[in-house]
């Protein structure tokens, strides 16, 4: 085989699991006298990472938002965002009684990238049940903007906004 190569290979720096402003369970962005949006933004913007995985509980709000912010303010730039869902499960793994979480990145160069996300998310059962024991779609779950003394945020189902606290992955179908 012959042939030349003017280039080898290209490494770039990808940070896979960044949350954003406004991520479920542990939002804590804060900055005093500027917009969060901005900031946060401008240090990705700032960033020498090429790619990010936006990453969000049970949820692709994150990506969506932080996407869409960036691009308002970037929409020049070359960086890449990648979806990235983590999920909770009633694992235990160590003496610690920490769980197991799994993260599910999609492809965002997909045409319908946000359908299969909005579908896997409706279709994707919790541990948690409503009222009537029916399992809760991870699609029902969102934030309660309310904080919790210890700082995180609270979440509730959007149709019966019962109190859950770190859902979990069912193991059944």
Known sequence: MTGTWLRGSEWRKWDLHIHAPGTKLNDQFVVAGASVWDEYCQRLHDS???????????????????????????????????????????????????????????????????????????????????NAGRNIKASELTQNRRRTPAGSAGYRTRKQCADWAGGKVSNSS
């Open 48 to 130: 020498d990472v090429q790619a990010f995985g936006i990453t969000d509980y049970f949820s692709a709000d994150g990506y969506f938002s932080a996407r869409d912010k960036y691009r308002e303010r970037f929409a020049e730039s070359g960086k890449v965002f990648l979806p990235n869902i983590e999920l909770r499960t009633n694992d235990v793994v160590n003496k610690e009684q920490e769980e197991v979480n799994i993260h599910l990145v999609f492809n965002p160069f997909l045409s319908d990238h946000e359908d299969k996300i909005k579908s896997f998310l409706g279709s994707l059962k919790t541990s948690k049940t409503d």
